[in-house]
């Protein structure tokens, strides 16, 4: 899958961001609008790195068992095991004229007497060309000229539930859905309409050049189906990476909005228009997928469209309850689908994290990775690492790691204080053991306040200045420039009466953050006064190194 370049006005990223974001726990709209932290515009987007958001995935063993629970999936297993130990077929392998009309019975599609229907033959033919694309059923001609299919190696380890195998075949049958969903409907709409009324394929006319812009014509439309519909899916791996537990569903108006409108921007009547466009060509192709499962979809309702006018709906027109809204379209990735997907963006070279990937090691190595990843999610790594584990060994092992003065020390001791959250009250002899701690002191006495201790020893006053450094330049890290947090931050900096004393102590903090900090609170800090103190002391902080 290309890599989506998403509209963006370039407007999200405040003045005086840093070049790096630490940890990146980036927003949904900074995940595939990267570059506008880095102050690339529209022709520098394809040397923009793209951050996919790590997703959480059920077992594999699950993923396989709803991959044999979509019915046309379902329905190629069946056929290929009913052409044991051999089945009769046609030079192009499709079933025979008088085998139809008992697959289609076996698989539930007519009943089991009486006239089979037209369409349940189709769909049966359907599976069939599926389980031979998939090699469920091999092809092959008798020595009498025959031919025959017979049943393929991987039916029976399919059958049997084997992940590996399930998913494989799985995961190639979404392949052609999705290339055959395109194919489909990338044609023009006028040429479909010439060809309908000729009844059939388009005779060729006089002029080799005419037909040449005829076929460059139809495959640009189709690059332009598949472009919409890679950028849709990856919207919704997107919502579907950030969304609550139950919040998956996207009206099909908003995804289009989605890969429409310019970030920050409100939808002009123009744009209103372009929304109602995608929005129709995205409905076939999405139910086409929802076939194989990678969606739940419930397409837009035929009536909106005014048959006698020919006239398409238009969203946006007027406020909709949640009933009108859901005929426009709504569609919810499943998680075959957020698997499929992500399958799809590692073969093309991404790195599409899974969450918990990074909570698999110490302690150490959980912290270090939570810091140095650019698409991760703090906090559900943390939650993953500390799950089963006993409170006190744990929190020890976080606190050890947390300690060190390199680049990424303050950050490393804010993500180990957000862990001692996780592990609650029952990590208090732990973190009671740092207490004079120099590093980890201080904010070892503010979460044991937190929690409700009263016993808890006041810092020294160089562990508490120490502490303020520290604290205030895991956010800087974290928020990666946002100067509208840090400025919040900086209106609790206990700066009293006397500025210049308080900023003489600090410049003085032996902290390799001291200089950083001191100059984000000069540049930030709404008191003139407290400004100027802090810039001054910020000079001093680098005069001495």
Known sequence: ??????????????????????????????????????????????DAAVLVPP?????????????????????????????????????????????????????????????????????????????????????????????????????EPAEQG????????????AGIVRELAVEADSLPEEEAGEEAEEGGEP????????????????????????????????????????????NETVPLGVLAALLVVPEGEEPSEELLGDITDVMVALDPMLGDLAELGLLDYRPIDPELFDEEEGEEPVVGEAPLDEEESARFGLVRLTPLGQYGIRQWLLEDGYDAP???DLAQGDAAELLRGVCESANVLPEEELRVWVAGREPVPAARELLAAARGD????????????????????????????VLDDPELGG?????????????????????????????????????????????????????????????????????????????????????RAVAKEARKAAFKARSKG
Request: hydrophobic share 45%.
């Open 443 to 527: 904010s070892a006495r503010a979460w044991l306040s937190a929690l409700g201790a009263t016993d808890v020893p006041v810092p020294d006053r160089t562990m508490a200045l120490w502490t303020v450094v520290d604290t205030f330049a895991a956010q800087l890290l974290d928020s990666g420039g946002d100067a509208a947090l840090l400025r919040e931050l900086v209106t609790d900096l206990p700066v009293k009466g006397d500025p210049a004393a308080w900023f003489g102590e600090l410049w003085r903090v032996d902290h390799p953050y001291t200089a950083d900090v001191l100059e984000a609170i000069g540049e930030l800090h709404t008191d």
């Open 354 to 356: 899974l969450v918990g």
């Open 162 to 173: 084997d992940p590996d195998t399930v998913l494989e075949l799985w995961l190639t049958a």
């Open 55 to 155: 997703v959480k995935l059920p077992a594999e063993q699950e993923l396989a068992e709803q991959a044999k629970a979509v019915p046309m999936f379902g329905y190629a297993l069946a056929l290929a095991r009913w052409a044991a130990p051999h089945r009769t077929v046609d030079e192009f392998g499709d079933l025979v004229e008088e085998d139809r009309g008992p697959a289609a019975r076996l698989l539930g599609l007519a009943p089991a007497e009486g006239e089979v229907p037209e369409e349940a033959e189709v769909e049966a033919l359907r599976a069939w060309s599926l389980a031979c694309d998939l090699d469920l059923v091999e092809l092959g001609t008798t020595k009498d000229g025959e031919h025959v299919a017979v049943p393929g190696p991987d039916l």
């Open 203 to 246: 005779a060729p006319e006089e002029g080799g050049e005419e037909d040449e812009d005829g076929l460059n014509e139809v495959e640009e439309a189709r690059d332009a189906a598949a472009e919409l519909l890679d950028e849709a899916l990856q919207v919704l791996y997107e919502t579907t990476a950030f969304a609550d537990p139950g």
């Open 406 to 433: 390199d680049a990424y020390g303050p950050l490393r001791r804010m993500l180990c204080v957000s862990a001692l959250n996780l592990l609650g009250a029952e990590a208090e002899p732990a973190v009671r053991e």
């Open 1 to 46: 899958m290309a890599g989506r370049r998403r509209k963006n006005g370039g407007a999200s990223a405040g003045e005086g961001a840093a070049e790096a974001v630490l940890p990146a726990d980036l927003e949904l709209q900074d995940l595939y609008g990267a570059f506008a932290a880095h102050g690339l515009d529209d022709e520098d987007l394809d």
